[in-house]
């Protein structure tokens, strides 16, 4: 059974700091895995998705990788901002590779 | 494209009510999802469709719960008979067809039974 699991729960930086969420997944013949931001009160948004081949996935400040071997993803953003606050979620497809299963999320808190 | 839409947006009920839940895939994704989100639990998959078939239903916590998706373009999720337990923010998520698509949120129910 999948279980995915985020560390730390929580977090806070000051503003432009450079930062690293991580994510492990205890079955790694995953086909992708993808990471979500959740505002407060909000819905899910879809940050980046690896594909099992890919090794790492950017867009603007973020950058995600994935090492299936050791079943791990971390999200790193860079130059962080206010903005940026917000709980971000890493999901990993089930054994049946049909849903995603997410982690409980780490909640970032940028300080301006 | 409008997303995802569920309705109610929020739901007040008391104990012993059936609550219903509604969702609006975006047009075009065959699957869909029912998800609830706790602050104990976190998102707990409840149940999968698949061209409007339910394929694994096997995180429906009881049989008070029941998930239909009679067409393409709509789902209902019951609660039936409700209990506080249930209070949660249920989500419903769609995809397009291939597993390496991303999924995509609807704004939420936020369910509060007294």
């Known amino acids: 059974k999948q279980e995915v699991t985020q560390i730390p729960a929580a977090l806070s930086v000051p503003e432009g700091e450079n930062l690293v969420l991580n994510c492990s997944f205890t079955?790694?013949?995953?086909?992708?895995l993808q990471w979500f931001r959740q505002d407060p009160g909000k819905g899910l948004t879809s940050l980046l998705l690896i594909q099992s081949s890919q090794r790492e996935q950017t867009s603007g400040r973020l950058n995600a990788s994935l090492d299936k071997s050791s079943g791990r993803s971390t999200l790193y953003i860079a130059a962080s901002q206010p903005g940026d606050s917000a709980t971000y979620l890493c999901a990993a497809p089930n054994q049946a590779g049909t849903a995603l299963i997410f982690g409980k999320g780490t909640t970032l808190s940028v300080s301006s | 494209d409008a997303g995802v839409i569920q309705s109610p947006r929020h739901e007040v009920t008391e104990m012993g009510q059936e609550v219903t839940l509604r969702c609006k895939p975006i047009s075009g994704h065959n699957s869909l999802f029912w998800y609830r989100q706790t602050m104990m639990r976190g998102l707990e998959l409840l149940i999968y469709?698949?061209?409007?078939?339910?394929?694994?239903d096997s995180g429906m916590p009881e049989d008070r719960f029941s998930a239909k998706m009679p067409n393409a373009s709509f789902s209902t999720l019951k609660i039936q008979p409700s209990e506080p337990r249930d209070s949660a923010v249920y989500f419903c998520?769609?995809?397009?067809?291939?597993?390496?698509?991303?999924?995509?949120f609807g704004s939420g129910t936020q369910l509060s039974v007294l």
């Open positions: 079955d790694s013949a995953i086909y992708n």
């Open positions: 469709f698949n061209n409007n078939v339910p394929i694994d």
């Open positions: 998520a769609s995809r397009a067809g291939h597993a390496n698509e991303k999924l995509f």
